[in-house]
């Protein structure tokens, strides 16, 4: 086999070298910066960290699949597509676990540092391509996370739970209910039910 030029280092990926390289963070060199060119991703990547509200969230570790394209821009990159994710959960009535998936659009751009884009938008609202590289955690963090309800329920018809014994209501009989056995409330339902309608004996009289 002939001597070959030296191949470019970057040419070929190589998983195995790497392990550590961090998969949300995008190589752009391959997308290029010529406005037009275009790069589909769809990859599978952990959660790096639990992204969630009170009650609900995508647990660490937990897979997202991205469904993105890449297109280059004058501006920088305009990322597109679609998150997938697991969301796990309690239900805000009955606290029953809730299991279900996530799916959510994005559509960001990440500016050129240097670009009109970012010298005409304040630090914190415009996300930046860094070198060759962009960063899709922060993007897919904050459109999660934003995304997740305060008050997630197990099914919108939820009773919730019952407030004297604390069981799940849609769990119980229809004909559910608790005697009255605090007997400070016993006995004044009582009077009520025997006197209907008379005056308390505590009537003061006049003199
Ligand atoms: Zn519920
Ligand atoms: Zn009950």
């Known amino acids: 086999m002939p001597a070959a030029p030296a191949p470019r280092r970057d040419a070929t990926p190589s998983p195995g070298r790497r392990p550590s390289a961090n998969p949300w963070r995008l190589d752009l ?5 010529r406005a037009g060119t275009m790069q589909e991703i769809d990859r599978t990547i952990p959660a790096p960290e639990a992204w969630k509200v009170e009650l609900i969230g995508v647990p660490a570790g937990a897979d997202v699949h991205l469904r993105l394209r890449l297109e280059s821009v004058m ?8 998150i997938e994710a697991l969301l796990v959960g309690s239900c ?3 606290l029953e676990p ?3 998936t996530l799916t959510l659009d994005v559509q960001e751009l990440y500016a050129y540092e240097g670009s009109t884009t970012e010298a005409t938008s304040e630090e914190d609202e ?11 955690e922060p993007m897919v963090r904050d459109t999660v996370v934003l995304s997740l309800p305060l ?3 197990c099914d919108e018809d939820c009773s919730g739970l ?3 014994c604390g069981q799940r ?3 119980l009989p229809a004909d559910h209910a608790h005697e009255i056995t605090d007997p400070r409330w016993a006995g004044l339902a009582e009077r009520f039910a025997s006197s209907p309608g008379t005056p308390g004996d505590d009537t003061t009289k006049e003199n």
């Open 98 to 100: 809730i299991e279900d």
């Open 126 to 136: 415009v996300r930046l391509v860094e070198g060759d590289f962009l960063d899709l």
């Open 75 to 82: 501006e920088g990159v305009l990322v597109s597509g679609g």
């Open 169 to 171: 209501i849609d769990d």
């Open 92 to 94: 805000a009535r009955c």
């Open 151 to 153: 008050s997630p329920v």
């Open 29 to 33: 060199r391959e997308l290029g910066r």
């Open 162 to 164: 019952c407030v004297d």
